[in-house]
């Protein structure tokens, strides 16, 4: 069965973004080794020329995530967490909606594929106390004694956080600290040299 016949019957002949019915096209959602019905959403024009960023972000538009972000079909929900994405960075709105978002860990991990490969030159480099470049699956430790808000724990001068995550916020790492994942802001953290233990 072609892909956009495929579309047209899973979405009812509506853009499994925003509901429209008119002009639709299959968007492929990168990255695409194989082209398939689930790893392609169908979409009107208006949202395609704007993820495609041939035109304008018309961020009232993609209010529509709202609904479509909670779509069963990993796709949708991967175009929907990009979107936000690029959103949160103006509006509170898209931030609070990524907040409340779910996804499987695959779908996740397509989808920040695709978040960290559109940020590449736009985004700020993440860089720790001194100025030194962080990159995911860094080792840091802590410069000073910090509080955890809601684990009840304070995280100790010099712990180490193994395994870094980084976020769409250049001053924010995520990292396990007694055994709970936490945001850390970057000024409080000192990357271990390459070979210490």
């Keep these: 069965m072609p892909i956009k016949t495929a579309l047209l019957e899973r979405s009812n002949c509506t853009c499994e973004l925003c509901g429209a019915s008119d002009n639709l096209s299959v968007f492929e959602v990168p990255p695409v080794v194989e082209p398939n019905s689930d790893k392609s959403v169908l979409v009107c024009e208006t949202c395609l020329s704007q993820i495609e960023k041939n035109t304008d972000m018309n961020n009232n538009h993609w ?58 030159e736009e985004a700020a480099p993440t860089r ?14 802590l410069i000073k004694d910090l509080d955890v808000k809601g684990g009840n724990f304070t995280a100790k001068r010099g712990t180490p956080v193994r395994n870094i995550s980084l976020t769409d916020n250049p001053e924010h790492i995520e990292g396990r600290v007694n055994g709970v994942r936490i945001v850390l802001l970057t000024c409080y953290l000192k990357k271990m040299p390459l070979f210490e233990d």
Aim: aromatic content about 8%; overall charge negative.
């Design 128 to 141: 720790d106390s001194n100025g030194t470049i962080l990159a995911a699956g860094d080792n840091v430790t």
């Design 63 to 120: 209010r529509c995530l709202n609904d479509s972000m909670w779509s069963q079909v990993p796709a949708v929900q991967v175009t929907a967490f990009r979107m936000l994405t690029r959103l949160a960075v103006t509006e509170g709105w898209a931030q609070d909606l990524l907040d409340m978002m779910y996804m499987e860990d695959e779908a996740k991990a397509w989808a920040d594929y695709g978040v960290a490969a559109d940020n590449i």
